[in-house]
């Protein structure tokens, strides 16, 4: 059951320009969201968050937007550095401590 | 900046044999978590911990595992007998609060350490 869905398993996108990653969700009783970036041989790192009563959230060049009538959440990157190259995991949780993952997507940022 | 270690970073072991992996959690973290990747698959959650007692477990954190705080620093996931299907990275996790339930202002965010790749042969 997959309940966080990210369907690009890969994105490329040019340096400089904007990337976006996107997400989907079945479970319309998570309040809370997540994006995590994960850089090989490392733990994934917490990017940025939103919770279910925005639906926009900003942090330097990292935007989330929320959109909770389509279950649907995005992470925009702008703009787009060689170092945002890694795999990026969407994720979820309702109102416990666990944290549901998405499969990933894995960025590259071409020069 | 502080951050969460976990060793060994790669452990091999025989299909039956007992193993534990040992992480350190951010020293003012109280919330403690274990998540687990399987090879080309999602991070799944495992088991969290709290006030020396399980807080929440996933379906796959059978009889098989099991988590300590053997002392005030280290945390620890022991899988009794590891069978082939447990071949994965797994992470250990810490967060100050709880997730949205902190009064004091505390941050919920999970950090997670660098991974500790199990592979049973």
């Known amino acids: 059951d997959q309940q966080v869905k990210q369907n690009s398993p890969s994105l490329s996108v040019q340096e400089g320009r904007i990337s976006i990653l996107n997400c989907d969700y079945t479970?319309?009783?998570?309040?809370?969201f997540l994006w995590y970036k994960k850089y090989p041989a490392e733990g994934p790192t917490f990017l940025i968050s939103i919770s279910s009563i925005k639906d926009k959230n900003e942090d330097g060049r990292f935007t989330v937007f929320l959109n909770k009538s389509a279950k649907h959440l995005s992470l925009h990157i702008v703009p787009s550095q060689p170092g945002d190259s890694a795999v990026y995991f969407c994720a979820a949780s309702v109102r416990d401590d666990k944290i549901i993952f998405g499969k990933g997507t894995r960025l590259h940022i071409l020069p | 900046e502080p951050e969460v270690t976990q060793t060994p970073s790669h452990q091999v072991t025989q299909m039956g044999q007992e193993v534990i992996l040992r992480c350190v959690p951010i020293s003012n973290h109280l919330y403690f978590y274990w998540y687990r990747q399987i090879l080309g698959q999602k991070v799944e959650f495992l088991v969290s911990?709290?006030?020396?007692?399980?807080?929440?477990k996933s379906e796959i954190f059978d009889d098989q595992f099991s988590v300590e705080r053997p002392d005030g620093s280290n945390f620890t996931l022991k899988i009794r007998s590891t069978k082939l299907e447990d071949s994965a990275m797994y992470f250990c996790a810490s967060s100050e609060a709880p997730p949205r339930g902190s009064l004091s202002g505390a941050s919920d965010t999970q950090y997670f350490g660098p991974g500790t790749r199990l592979t049973v042969l």
């Open positions: 911990f709290y006030n020396n007692e399980i807080s929440e």
């Open positions: 479970n319309s009783m998570f309040d809370y």
